[in-house]
């Protein structure tokens, strides 16, 4: 049950709740009120019949002594030299006795209750209707109250989900309410837009870092490249263009993290057979790993970034874990599984960290390859899983747009 719905059967339930308690008190002032008038006149009766009757003169027409239908309490409060007043019954019809006691006997008088009765009745429907149009009216303005929340409510939750999936220019602004005034989902709407701001110039700054250090290091490597080539032949040069071949793997990292980060890739589509992609990105690796095909599929994708994401993924499980490396294809899915001791914990949960390797002599994460992989991967429309086999091994699962 949603919020909105939640507040308006709370609302209707204490409204019904104090429209019965105040119905039940206006209806007992009401009747106390009207039928002690009803009381008094018979009492008053009742005391003219007794002077008349002690005087000896015609008493009032409704008046007599033990007269029929004289409710047996009023006649016992007569014997007993009492006077009492009650609602009971003469010839079938409602009517208020009044007693007291004359000479032994019971001097009685009544007046009828019918008409007291109907008026009775007629003011407590009034009362009914008037609880139940008051409940109603506060039902439906709660009920309108709730929605308007709600959908406050509910374009606050959009926005976040639209920021979760990447859109960092969401902002909730005046659409979480409309007018003047402090309240808690405006200041649930402004924390989510301050949060929206601070994590977008933050993710700026670490594009902009990135791009920034790719490029400045990439003029200065092309130089030390040229310098590598004019030494001597002999161990000496063959470390230097060992680690300046790391060195330009890093910057090209760098640079392709940068354009994925400025959304300036699109991709180049055309139609293929997925298990002869896989088979190329392995031969292009150069590594040892199975390929397994339970069901083969046309996929409409880029060859290129295809094959950059699935080198990545070869090349992690052979740095990081263990032989032999599987990759799977079962219809539009790859699934890429090696033997090692699986994925950290942190990288299942948070997903790819760049600058952070799987090397416990490095740090915490996986670098660099797994987040081209995450990039390539949006660019692309597919959707990763980090997981680990029931060995305990890594296991990465691709899922491609259907096609």
Not at 59 to 67: C, F, K, L, V
Not at 238 to 243: A, F, L, S
Not at 329 to 336: A, L, N, Q, R
């Amino acid at each position: 049950m949603g919020l909105r719905w939640r507040i308006a059967l709370t609302i209707t339930a204490v409204s019904c709740t104090v429209a019965a308690v105040l119905g039940v008190l206006v209806h007992n002032v009401v009747t106390r009120q009207v039928v002690g008038e009803v009381r008094k006149e018979v009492r008053d009766e009742l005391d003219y019949a007794l002077s008349a009757y002690e005087y000896g003169t015609t008493m009032p027409e409704h008046a007599g002594i033990d007269p029929p239908g004289l409710p047996t309490r009023l006649r016992e409060l007569a014997a007993d030299g009492r006077r009492g007043t009650m609602v009971g019954e003469r010839a079938g019809e409602p009517v208020m006795w009044s007693a007291a006691p004359a000479d032994g006997k019971a001097l009685a008088v009544w007046q009828p209750f019918g008409a007291t009765r109907s008026r009775l009745d007629t003011i407590d429907t009034a009362i009914l209707g008037s609880a139940l149009l008051a409940a109603g009216t506060v039902t439906l303005a709660g009920l309108f109250l709730a929605a308007r929340i709600s959908r406050r409510l509910s374009a606050t939750a959009a926005v976040a989900r639209r920021i979760t999936d990447g859109d960092l220019d969401a902002r909730v602004g005046m659409s979480a309410g409309s007018g003047k005034g402090h309240d808690e989902v405006r200041d649930v709407a402004a924390a989510l837009d301050s949060m929206a701001e601070s994590l977008q110039r933050r993710l700026e700054s670490e594009k902009r870092f990135t791009a920034d250090v790719a490029h400045e290091l990439r003029t200065p490597l092309t130089g030390m490249v040229a310098a590598a080539g004019l030494l001597p032949e002999g161990r000496p040069k063959e470390m230097i263009n060992d680690r300046l071949g790391a060195l330009r793997g890093l910057t090209e990292d760098l640079l392709e993290i940068s354009r994925l980060d400025a959304g300036a890739e699109t991709a180049d589509l055309s139609e293929y057979q997925l298990s002869a992609l896989v088979e190329h990105a392995v031969r292009g690796t150069g590594l040892e790993a199975e390929t397994e095909v339970v069901r083969d599929v046309t996929v409409r994708t880029d060859r290129r970034r295809l094959d950059r994401i699935l080198s990545n993924l070869i090349v992690n499980s052979h740095k990081h874990g263990r032989p032999p490396v599987t990759l799977t294809v079962d219809g539009p899915v790859i699934e890429v599984r090696d033997q090692g001791d699986g994925y950290p914990r942190e990288l299942v949960e948070q997903g790819p960290q760049r600058f952070r390797t799987g090397d416990p002599g490095r740090g915490r994460g996986h670098g660099l390859g797994l987040t081209i992989v995450m990039g390539q991967a949006g660019v692309l429309g597919i959707e990763v899983e980090f997981g680990a086999t029931e060995s305990g091994g890594a296991r990465t699962v691709l899922r491609l747009p259907a096609h």
